[in-house]
């Protein structure tokens, strides 16, 4: 198989997050069959990974390790995508649960890589807990996505990795996420620097901007060389007043700016050699 070029770009779609609620926004995909539909759509769309929280029956977000097994099968099933649990979680989950999500066997996991305000709320990543995560998804061969939420966060993925060795499979992907009330703005200074920071392990890098910065951010990762990640967990309008209605229809936007800056999408099976994810 070919090799990702500058020329192409992973797209990563969070579909569900834990923060929306259903009776708020109905077209969230809450239920296993609407998750199912939303990443076949946006398979079709140019997306490569998806990035999942599940629900309970009353669409309430939910760690239990049961629900998470169903729903990594359902999407190995259904779709080819690769299958990102987020071990984050909401911010209400302990660290026991948080751990619990790799029982679900999914090819990646998301580890955030230090505690942030968000919102009115804190999301606790202290240190001993990112790094029993992150020695757990080296035993259990999962392959971590490193969120980064700050600048200090980039800075302690270089400490992780001084002291605790490469991630199984032996690349690096990171995912800024710019635009957090409490993290680092979504703009393009912000992240210039971050990206200058980024230890030499990195093999790629993916950007994500919350609610209003979901465009500049897009815009500014394309032009420097960044993938992309976007879906309804980090904004719910197309444009002011212009509710989104398809989480594909966030990734159709995101595959149309990429092919404005010249970048095409790769498939899931490239993104399975970019992130080294079993086959
Ligand atoms: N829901 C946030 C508290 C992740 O998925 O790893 C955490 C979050 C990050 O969404
Ligand atoms: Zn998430």
Redesign the pocket.
């Known amino acids: 198989m070919e090799k990702v070029s500058a020329q192409q770009v992973m797209i990563t779609v969070a579909p569900t ?3 929306t609620s259903k009776q708020a926004c109905p077209a969230l995909p809450t239920t296993l069959k609407e998750l199912v539909a939303t990443a076949q759509e946006c398979e079709a769309a140019g997306a490569a990974m998806i ?1 999942v ?1 599940v629900r309970d029956d009353e669409h309430l977000p939910t760690l239990e390790v049961a629900r998470l097994t169903e729903t990594v099968a359902a999407l190995r099933e259904g779709c080819g995508l690769v299958v990102q649990l ?6 209400h989950d302990g660290f026991d649960a948080r751990l619990r999500v790799l029982e679900a066997g999914p090819d990646s996991c ?1 580890l ?1 890589m230090g505690t942030t305000n ?1 919102g009115d709320d804190v ?1 606790a990543n202290p240190w001993p807990f990112v790094v029993d995560l992150y020695q757990l998804s080296q035993e259990r061969r999962v392959v971590p996505e490193f ?1 980064l939420f700050d600048l200090g966060q980039v800075h302690a993925l270089g400490r992780l990795l001084r002291e605790h060795g490469l991630p199984y499979g032996g690349r690096v992907h990171v995912d800024l996420v710019m635009g957090v009330p409490g993290g680092m703005p979504g703009d393009l200074p912000t992240m210039v620097a971050a990206v200058a920071a980024l230890p030499a392990e990195v093999t790629s890098w993916s950007a994500t901007g919350i609610g209003r910065s979901t465009l500049p951010v897009a815009l500014g990762a394309l032009a420097m060389g960044g993938h992309l990640r976007v879906g309804m ?1 980090d904004v719910l309008t197309l444009a002011r007043g212009v509710p989104v209605e398809r989480n594909a229809q966030l990734v159709e936007r995101a595959a149309a700016m990429a092919a404005l800056a010249q970048r095409s999408p790769i498939t899931a099976a490239q993104a399975r050699e970019l992130l080294a994810v079993a086959p």
């Open positions: 997050g834990a923060e990035h929280h987020s071990t984050g979680g909401s911010v998301s955030t968000f999301f969120e967990e």
